[in-house]
């Protein structure tokens, strides 16, 4: 039997368009000669509905969906992801795999585990099933299916059991002939190894191939890496979907052809592709085209630029630089060549008047106070005021720059450099911006030398430069990284080689800093454990971490 | 036995301060001839710690403050909340109330029914108890623990079961002479009857009084009542704690004596009072001891700096008025009349200066085209601004003024009058902003009349009123509630006898302006459904609901 994986980027809420993509894989399987067709997790209603779920004509529109689908399904079995009722105590919903054909529904499976750690909020919508649904038999082949989470519990894979249940092994007592694994597992770095060494467990313990169809695409803060995997009974990779991009591929149970597996060459490369195209489904999927961002001369904002206008086209991509009386006449210069390089517009509209004005209206209220955070704020909001008000003139998404080393500690200014629409490098620490900003330039320079050259500053007062307040990025960003991706006690940092003092002031400069963090803009996610829906921090509390 | 009910105000991560609130109690109740002191919901963590929770260290100060109270506890039962490790497969922690004596644990009780739904999150954290553990003994009496919902599910009293299992179904079998709760029940308008309604239907199945004790106090964006309660076997209320602060009452199971109940007189009188506690608990919480505020003449900013007044002192709160070329010189007396009211600071700081001087740098790229938001926008953000640099300069927290009503449609400028800590106002509807806005002027005309009389504004464009844009206030009110607090599909609302064409704008507004709520600052929940943590919807989606 052939199989076609689909490897599709839904969007959240949008039926038509979704069951537009299933219809034309549907098309394309059949033409290939194919008896099923398999799609990601919650293919019709996309990934993650969050609270939409408990509006009743999302799941009327769902189950509408579902029957067009079932009445397009001519001559071939199409297993996709979808909501169904739970008329039982309990959440009011499943989230479930629907196989159909020739418009009627032939079998349904509904998720056993449910995961509701970090960015997965699923037991606040759905019913868990108690039990795996037993295979579908199709064409002589006995089929199970299983949806995400439900294969992420094999014991020997992680130290730690969430779950009691392991649907897998409960499955592989009735002996399937073929695993089907429905998906929208969320990219961070290194998760592919993590898939395949599960993927392999599985195999091994069913004794059966398995097919693996992932989500691709951005949807808010969430990036799919897609990555869909055929993998033979003892664990063979066969096939592996593209990374970033919709795919499609065909398997056939009676002949598995080795298709040498395409990964992208290293992480940076991926994060890269990542940040890209979690950039353009955000900014498309809210009906934009055009974006703006601050140009400061740095490596953030020169990074940023990179990654819009590659996820964008350069013509859609406009850079505007804010000098101020602080900025150094290199800033300003090395933005206009990342914008020429890059081929996008520029302009220059210089914030000095406007922060002089400003100091003079506060002047009968701040007298002559020594300066501080609060003229460097002026600053950075002066130019948060004036990018969104290109915005708002010019419908343009503002794309905020800000990386995740100082959103960390807050060095950054809220409805300053905070603002805008997306977040697009505030999970990529200081170090790994240098790194993907380098693979910018892997073509040709398009970031020039001097801003990886020149000590980093946020340029508000004479002189300044980060590490005035901050340690080395390469140390700061290892504590910071023990501390949020890794979530080590402050004892452990320590014994990692850091100076117990400078590690008490970075948590406690973290934990100080939450209520900017409350209100940044949602933010590409691709770590283990990124600020935003994942972290989820009271701001009036009183825990001192020792 | 005579039993204290402890209504305490615990702060999220402060172990010291919340034992230090433990041992008094248990030194009055030792004084009042008590053999059982009961305590809130996570007494020694304060609620909801959510992602602390994940910080090993967070544990371990829990154990520690666990073994103070115990020694502590002398010659008396102290029953508090804390966290408890689960060992087996499942989330690490478990809710749990541990009953104390004399340096000894005597009794621990795992949370049976874990919220997960609008502000819960608890099956994030915690492991469910698969039993309610049965009752402890104590000079003879046979006592009954439960964790806040684990008493939410007696049938009968909802439509929809979220759980098939019913604790205290499965306790009464055990026959228990009374029943302890320990509850971290937030406020909504009209929450106390439905308490009211749930416990008496757990006394009338299990037979048993209970007493209920109940968190007080704001954490963030909950703001806890208290109302804790005793009623005897059939349903009897015999006392009701303090709204909104403190207290301590003592039971004597042989001699319950009625106490008459003290309630707040009206619904009005109790939202004021939550947003007072709400605004005094999140400023202190946070460390903060005076706010800020900007007055705009408007109905909205002056509820504000009447309940911050209440909240904080008048000594503690500014109010700054900000005139544009577009004020009324109403706005600028009106704002200047409360202040001296209020008795509070103020100060008048223009904005024109600054708006001429935005235009003029704008004027390059903005050239001749017609105005519009943008500049109105300008005007919103140049306030933020000088908010902002007030706040940093002079350390105060910046209170938004915000209502429901205009965060729904998105009638209010991100990083404009949105800036702030706290969103005070976030989750009352414009039409509660004027009931509220007479209970301020109950005792004395806080608020002068002409803020009530004039018509809304945001006065960024000459004659501008808000109903230029939006229907009446209580037309969309009124859609807002069903749509947003009842959960009603757009069907349901035009049948209640709103026009289909304007239930349809007001829903595109709704889902248009997520992207503004996401930003928001925490705001005080005060009805059944608030913007925030409660309420988890996608920027990035195509649902258009008919």
């Known amino acids: 039997m052939k199989i076609a994986v689909c490897q599709i980027n839904t969007t959240v809420g949008d039926f038509d368009g979704n069951v537009g993509k299933i219809s034309n894989n549907l098309k394309k399987a059949r033409e290939a000669g194919c008896d099923l067709a398999l799609f990601p997790e919650l293919t019709l209603t996309g990934y993650p509905p969050r609270d939409l779920l408990d509006r ?52 349904t499976y509904k998720k056993v585990l449910l995961p509701n750690y970090d960015v997965f909020d699923e037991a606040r919508y759905f019913a868990p099933a108690p039990h795996p649904e037993p295979p579908f038999s199709h064409k002589g082949l006995k089929i199970a299916v299983t949806i995400c989470e439900d294969i ?7 130290t730690h059991r969430l779950y009691a249940k392991d649907p897998v092994e409960e499955l592989a007592k009735a002996k399937p002939d073929l695993i089907l694994n429905l998906s929208a597992s969320p990219f961070h770095h290194a998760k592919l190894s993590v898939r395949q060494t599960l993927l392999k467990d599985v195999t091994r313990k069913a004794h059966a ?46 002949n598995p052809s080795l298709k040498p597996a395409q990964s992208l060459e290293s992480e940076t490369a991926k994060i890269y592709q990542a940040l890209v195209v979690g950039t353009k489904d955000y900014v498309h999927k809210c009906s934009f085209e055009k974006v703006l961002i601050g140009l400061s001369g740095g490596i953030d904002s020169a990074l940023v630029a990179c990654l819009a206008a590659e996820a964008l086209g350069s013509e859609n991509v406009m850079g505007v630089t804010m000098p101020s009386p602080f900025s150094s006449k290199g800033s300003v210069d090395d933005s206009k060549s990342l914008a020429r390089a890059l081929g996008i517009e520029f302009k220059e509209i210089p914030i000095t008047p406007l922060y002089e004005t400003g100091l003079k209206t506060l002047y009968p209220a701040f ?41 960390a500690v807050g060095y950054c200014t809220l409805y300053g450099d905070m ?47 980060d590490q005035d307040s901050l340690p080395p990025y390469e140390t700061l960003d290892a504590i910071l990284r023990l501390y949020i991706e890794e979530n080590q006690p402050p004892s452990k940092i320590e014994k990692a080689g850091f100076d117990a003092k400078l590690v008490q002031e970075i948590l406690k400069k973290i934990n100080q800093n939450e209520y900017k963090r409350r209100q940044m803009a949602p933010g590409l996610k691709v770590t283990t454990k990124a600020f935003g829906m994942g972290r989820r921090v009271p701001i009036a509390q009183k825990f001192n971490e020792e």
């Open 419 to 465: 603002c805008g629409g997306l977040a697009v490098i505030s999970d990529v620490p200081k170090t790994l911006v240098y790194q993907l900003a380098r693979y910018a330039n892997r073509k040709e320079e398009m970031i020039p030398e001097a801003t990886f050259t020149k000590p980093p500053s946020a340029e508000l007062r004479p002189n300044q430069t």
């Open 209 to 254: 191939p398995i097919l693996y169809c992932n989500l691709v695409g951005g949807n808010d803060e969430l990036i799919f890496d897609g990555c869909s995997m055929s993998m033979d009974g003892s664990g063979n990779l066969f096939q592996l979907g593209k990374s970033f991009e919709e795919d499609f591929f065909v398997y056939d149970t009676e």
């Open 367 to 407: 007298k002559n106070l020594p300066k501080d955070t609060a003229e460097e704020n002026i600053q950075a909001r002066l130019r948060g005021l004036l990018l969104m008000a290109l915005s708002n003139k010019f419908n343009r998404l503002v794309l905020s720059t800000g990386n995740k080393s100082e959103l």
């Open 56 to 107: 009743f004509s999302f799941y009327e529109k769902a189950q509408r969906a579902l029957d067009q689908v079932a009445k397009e399904a001519k001559g071939i079995v199409a297993v996709m992801g979808t909501i169904l009722e739970n008329k039982e105590s309990g959440n009011p919903l499943y989230n479930a795999a629907v196989a159909v054909q020739d418009g009627k529904i032939l079998y």
């Open 152 to 158: 992420w519990n094999v014991e020997g894979v992680f």
